[in-house]
Nanobody, 124 residues
Framework: QVQLVESGGGLVQTGGSLGLSCAASGRRLSSYTKAWFRRRAPGKEREFVAAISWAGGRTNYAGSVKGRFTISRDNAKDTVYLQMDSLKPEDTAVYYC????????????????WGQGTQVTVSS
């Protein structure tokens, strides 16, 4: 059974930094596109944050996080990371990692595997 397990969430003040990790288990997903999405409130849609191609050569960011967040990956560890800097209260959300066998996409319905999510709270 494929599992994606996020870690690194928590509480941080405005302007602070936080790093998230997402490790795959059960099956190697090192050749998959990896991405981060977030859900800001229960019942709201998951929104795209960032994605990275399987070799790491292509990245894509949502406009709201561009220049503040950095996605990276280590295929040897089958892990994807999200470094979040200059955090704002509006970044508060549950963050999910996802894996897609296809190209870098922003549509969550195209992703095959999902983690359980990790809470990030930015206090003002």
């Amino acid at each position: 059974q494929v599992q994606l397990v996020e870690s690194g969430g928590g509480l941080v003040q405005t302007g602070g930094s936080l790093g998230l990790s997402c490790a795959a288990s059960g099956r190697r997903l090192s050749s998959y596109t990896k991405a981060w999405f977030r859900r800001r409130a229960p019942g709201k849609e998951r929104e795209f944050v960032a994605a990275i191609s399987w070799a790491g050569g292509r990245t894509n960011y949502a406009g709201s996080v561009k220049g503040r967040f950095t996605i990276s990956r280590d295929n040897a560890k089958d892990t994807v990371y999200l470094q979040m800097d200059s955090l704002k209260p509006e970044d508060t959300a549950v963050y999910y990692c996802a894996a897609d066998a296809g190209l870098v996409e922003t549509n969550p319905s195209l992703y095959d595997y999902w983690g359980q999510g990790t809470q990030v709270t930015v206090s003002s």
